[in-house]
């Protein structure tokens, strides 16, 4: 099986599980049982199920007040957004390395200075 295509189907089951999580901590909520923990739905977005995350707050209205989770998930999401973007968009990825180099240089400059100071 091709990588592409192994990458699609973990991203597509990994989806689908955190999709699930959300309904079924939403169910516990309401029936007062025990919960999945926040850490739990925040490894797996993550890991690659942001989107399965982000579904199931809006489809299940669950955790959407929930501060620093909602706050904590929606990052992960514009995360993600970044990384994808960077896969897709080359100028976009070249523009990302060059800021990255830049801020490296600036600390190392900096971090080079406060040393032969010391």
Same mark, same amino acid.
């Given at each position: 099986?091709?990588?592409?295509?192994?990458?699609?189907?973990?991203?597509?089951?990994?989806?689908?599980?955190?999709?699930?999580?959300?309904?079924?901590?939403?169910?516990?909520?309401?029936? *007062?049982?025990?919960?999945?923990?926040? %850490?739990?739905?925040?490894?797996?977005? $993550?890991?690659? &199920?942001?989107l399965g !995350?982000?579904?199931?707050?809006?489809?299940?209205?669950?955790?959407? *007040?929930?501060?620093?989770?909602?706050? %904590?998930?929606?990052a992960i999401?514009? $995360?993600?957004? &970044?990384f994808l973007? !960077?896969?897709?968009?080359?100028?976009?990825?070249?523009?990302?390395?060059?800021?990255?180099?830049?801020?490296?240089?600036?600390?190392?400059?900096?971090?080079?200075?406060?040393?032969?100071?010391?």
């Amino acid at each position: 099986m091709a990588p592409l295509t192994l990458a699609l189907i973990y991203l597509a089951a990994l989806n689908l599980l955190t999709l699930g999580l959300f309904w079924w901590d939403k169910r516990c909520a309401i029936e *007062r049982r025990w919960r999945v923990p926040e %850490s739990t739905l925040l490894t797996l977005s $993550l890991i690659g &199920g942001s989107l399965g !995350a982000k579904t199931g707050q809006g489809i299940f209205r669950h955790k959407t *007040r929930k501060e620093p989770f909602r706050t %904590s998930l929606n990052a992960i999401a514009v $995360l993600h957004i &970044g990384f994808l973007a !960077a896969l897709v968009l080359p100028e976009f990825r070249a523009s990302v390395m060059e800021l990255l180099t830049q801020t490296a240089g600036y600390v190392l400059g900096l971090a080079y200075t406060w040393v032969v100071s010391a």
